[in-house]
């Protein structure tokens, strides 16, 4: 199993594939269909080829953070769902410049030697997003490989699709956003040290900054976390915010662990959303920020209790 960054110059191993293309950006249901269906036409085996970075970043850098997953976490999911090898084919301006048929020519036949493709039905590629599934079907026919059309899946009474879990994140609905991911969405990074103002409400947090992933609504959420390398999840309750109360700064997620007493500056850790409690609130003294930190704790167990 391997991770490449290029298309041109693989080793002959590495080329010939059943490959899923897109964005897979969350492996939504959807994602998972596509990958399925590469599976079926390789007999088992497949390559998943997508887009680093999105094209989304790279024709609108200024936008707000919206990436689902990291490369690194996506690009472990795939070769965990069984893929044999991912490409992340250089989104740049020579690739932006290509037309659907050049797209095919260069980077499909001539760098990946694909023997089949698999897409959604909602595909697009070549300059100014010129091509779609049918087109490429065509070219596929023309040129020598098979492409299968994944048609739309549904979650939650809605197309299973990025833009509709970064609506579900961003509007507090992280049990929608788990429904169309199959699984809750997961924030993971570095924990870094904060401004250690909860050791002394009796609240120590573990801060993680999200970056350039998706900034959920912010807020308390029921909450689980994992140390990496370890198995556990560990119940919690976390703020995603910037503190209003005790002074405003770049939004960090803020997840206390119960009945845990342990130092974890600069390991990774994933944290899991399961249900969101409240928006963030400005109080009127320290001593009302903790009575509600209490009762946001007390909730989040309770909630995370019934999850079981």
Same mark, same amino acid.
């Given at each position: ?51 680093? #970075? ?25 070769l ?16 932006a ?37 049918q ?44 429904e169309? +991911?199959?699984s ?5 990074g570095?924990?870094? #040290? ?15 900054? +999200? ?21 556990v ?52 003294s +320290?001593?009302?920020?903790?009575e ?17």
């Amino acid at each position: 199993m391997a991770v490449y960054a290029e298309y041109r110059g693989l080793p002959q191993a590495a080329r010939g594939a059943s490959i899923a293309l897109g964005n897979f950006d969350g492996l939504h249901a959807g994602h998972r269909a596509v990958m399925d269906a590469a599976r079926t036409a390789g007999h088992g085996k497949f390559s998943v080829a997508t887009f680093e #970075p999105p094209p989304r970043a790279y024709f609108r850098p200024g936008d707000p953070p919206f990436r689902i997953l990291r490369p690194e976490r996506r690009n472990a999911l795939i070769l965990k769902a069984g893929a044999d090898t991912v490409f992340e084919l250089p989104f740049n301006g020579e690739m932006a410049a290509m037309t659907d048929e050049q797209f095919v020519r260069q980077v499909l036949v001539d760098g990946l030697g694909v023997s089949h493709i698999s897409v959604g039905f909602d595909f697009r590629f070549g300059r100014g997003r010129m091509g779609h599934a049918q087109r490429l079907a065509s070219l596929g026919r023309a040129l020598g490989f098979g492409v299968t059309i994944v048609e739309e899946v549904s979650g939650h009474g809605a197309k299973a699709s990025s833009t509709a879990i970064r609506q579900a994140l961003m509007a507090g609905e992280p049990d929608v956003a788990a429904e169309l +991911l199959g699984s809750p969405w997961i924030a993971d990074g570095i924990i870094e #040290p904060g401004e250690q103002n909860g050791r002394t409400f009796g609240f120590p947090t573990a801060n993680m900054a +999200l970056g350039d992933l998706i900034h959920p609504k912010m807020g308390v959420y029921a909450v689980r976390l994992r140390i990496e390398g370890e198995d556990v999840w560990r119940d919690g309750v976390a703020n995603f915010g910037r503190t209003p109360t005790t002074g405003l700064r770049d939004p960090l997620l803020e997840t206390f662990i119960f009945d845990f007493d342990r130092e974890i500056y600069g390991e990774r850790v994933e944290v899991q959303l399961i249900a969101y409690q409240r928006p963030e609130l400005k109080f009127p003294s +320290l001593d009302a920020m903790i009575e509600q930190m209490h009762r946001d704790a007390a909730k989040a167990k309770d909630i995370l209790a019934a999850r079981r």
